[in-house]
């Protein structure tokens, strides 16, 4: 989801951007944002204020409040400071407010995991960037037994945690705690754990004043042909003997061709691919084959 807006000279901005334990007072003039589950939101605000220089460790890897009339609030974190113009009277900046989940793209590693489950392995990689566990929930309606090894192979931290839990089809979306002033995460994987009934009008820009409401200004839809099957299979060599295959096809209306095939997958069991809920860590369950991974 984007957001996007400017804002008028009214003499009075819908709009405020507080950094914590900096003496930079910005005047918010435009914004443009994005989030989706399961990547960092990032908001890039542009600003105004007196002229003079802004030091980037006046405000890089600062924790951050944009406040809006409407109610809405995004607390993160900043990490990027950009200098656009300086006149007579003010100075221009844009910064990028950040989830705190972007910092873990900044570190990149080998690892190797034993014994854990996919859910474990996440926690501890949250932890070892100072996430605690008021900072992230899983809500988790499966349970994930342990693999014998889960692999880190010259990937950031972002990039590890997003394909192993892409894997077993958990996602994760951001809230904002406003009593902490800190964002938080919801790890989930099943269509319970969706915000619903959140309601948003419908209004064309038209150059009327909106009343600082949130609306949607347009809606697009379309449509593109998907991978028809994923095919699994791998070898166990305790039960040599055993052929560890699964196929599963997509199972809905899609328009759909060609087939997805992975050798050596993570699994010990084939599964049932007629089962439509199969057992997790099993060559038959795949994020395409669940409704509750997309």
């Excluded at 037994?145 to 192979?153: A, G, H």
């Excluded at 997958?265 to 599964?271: D, T, V």
Aim: proline residues 5%; glycine residues 6%.
């Amino acid at each position: 989801m984007d957001f996007a807006a400017a804002i008028a000279d009214t003499g009075q901005s819908r709009y405020s951007l507080h950094i914590n334990n900096s003496p930079v007072k910005p005047d918010v003039l435009r914004f443009r944002g994005r989030k989706a589950l399961s990547e960092p939101f990032k908001w890039d605000i542009e600003f105004t204020t007196p002229p003079g220089n802004i030091a980037p460790e006046q405000v890089l890897m600062k924790y951050a409040s944009f406040r809006m009339r409407s109610g809405k609030n995004v607390h993160g974190i900043i990490t990027r400071l950009e200098w656009l113009s300086t006149s007579a009277d003010q100075s221009h900046y844009t910064i990028t407010l950040s989830s705190r989940l972007a910092l873990l793209s900044y570190t990149r590693k080998c690892a190797v995991f034993q014994n854990q489950s996919v859910t474990e392995v996440v926690e501890q990689v949250l932890r070892q960037h100072g996430l605690e566990g008021t900072d992230f929930e899983f809500r988790l309606e499966r349970t994930y037994p342990p693999r014998e090894v889960i692999t880190q192979w010259r990937e950031t931290d972002l990039e590890f945690i997003q394909r192993i839990l892409s894997e077993v089809g958990i996602y994760w979306r951001t809230e904002m705690d406003n009593t902490r002033d800190l964002d938080v995460f919801i790890f989930a994987d099943s269509q319970l754990n969706y915000q619903f009934d959140v309601r948003l009008p419908y209004s064309e820009p038209s150059g009327l004043y909106d009343g600082a409401e949130e609306s949607v200004w347009g809606v697009r839809t379309w449509h593109n042909v998907v991978t028809g099957s994923v095919a699994t299979r791998d070898y166990n060599y305790r039960t040599a003997t055993t052929p560890l295959d699964a196929t599963v096809r997509v199972r809905n209306d899609a328009v759909t061709t060609g087939e997805h095939y992975r050798y050596a997958a993570p699994y010990r069991e084939a599964g049932d691919d007629t089962n439509p809920t199969p057992e997790t860590e099993s060559g038959a369950f795949t994020p395409d084959s669940t409704t509750n991974a997309n």
